[in-house]
């Protein structure tokens, strides 16, 4: 995998053979990040349509401002930044940010993806600094854990139907490769066949957010902490993305402009 990425402020290691590990800081949305995000932001949020830059923004704060203050703001903010990221290093998205059919981000996974001829599976999670024990460790393990039950099947709603859905939506342009995986995928989850997640591509996701106070991730801590803990998983590949981001605040800056 060649990883390169001239927007962000991000840094990579290997963890294994294919394996990565990218460390992200978001401390401003700058004037390249801002273009980037004027760029990508239609694509992200309902795929290949022409749908112009105000009317995108004016969607995302009609959703967000009903959700001040909640989990779900915080979370749907993260899952905004890690698509964008992803898009950026040349992942192709298989879904749509904004849900299908309600104003809402999208439910099942979240996020499917394609890069080159592999399929990746990518779970968020996030939360505040002011959270009791919170840490970027603790976060990819919740994230890796709720993978793990959706593939599996240890869940109520079929997380494989919901992306078969996003995929088969005209403006995702997914290939039959992947909307025949995910049908047959879809179908077995109805008929109680279970999957193990060794045979999967993944990305769990953290994200936190310092309440304005900034803080640089510590590389050489926490690429010790998470080469330990995925010793404990069981995967195909695996990328691990943990990100600082200054405050919430900045991207509800960039959508009033």
Known sequence: MSITSNVFNAEYKELSSGNYLHLINIEEIDTKLETYI??????????????NLYTIKKRLIKFLTSKIGTNLEIGAIAEFFTHLYLNE??????????????ES???GF??????L????????????ISTDKISHKNKIKEAYTDLKDKISG???????Q????HASHIDVDSSSNIRNNLKILSEEFTNDVTHDIDNFNIIPGSTIFLEG????INTTELEIEINKLILKFNFNKINVICVNKKSLSLFWDYLNK
Not at 154 to 160: F, G, S
Not at 162 to 165: C, E, K
Not at 213 to 216: A, G, H, I, T
């Open 110 to 115: 979240d996020g499917y993806y394609s890069y």
């Open 162 to 165: 919901n992306a078969y859905n």
């Open 38 to 51: 004027d760029e990508s932001i239609a694509k992200i949020c309902e795929g290949n349509t022409d749908i």
């Open 117 to 128: 001829n592999e399929e990746w599976i990518f779970e968020s999670k996030s939360g505040s």
């Open 105 to 107: 981000i999208k439910k």
């Open 89 to 102: 290093i040349g992942f192709k998205q298989e879904f749509l940010f904004l849900n299908l059919e309600e």
């Open 154 to 160: 240890d869940v109520k709603n079929n997380p494989w």
């Open 213 to 216: 106070n900034w803080e640089s």
